[in-house]
């Protein structure tokens, strides 16, 4: 799973090792090339991604 509760959900989040771990988490998903991109944002305590996604499919985005 996602290291969400340690790194994410405190006072200084650690985007570095949430991102890292959810490009594994990407990568991991049949038919995905590579992860070209991952922009997070932060809005009244929520945290968003947006990432960009290359797949035998072509390029995809996918919002979290």
């Not at 070209?36 to 035998?56: D, M, P, R, W």
């Amino acid at each position: 799973g996602m290291p969400a509760l340690r790194n994410v959900f405190n006072a200084s989040p650690n985007l570095a090792v949430y991102q890292t771990a959810l490009i594994s988490a990407i990568q991991q998903v049949p038919g995905v090339i590579s992860v070209q991109s991952i922009v997070f944002t932060k809005s009244q305590g929520v945290l968003n991604y947006i990432a960009v996604i290359q797949s035998q499919y072509g390029e995809l985005t996918v919002n979290g």
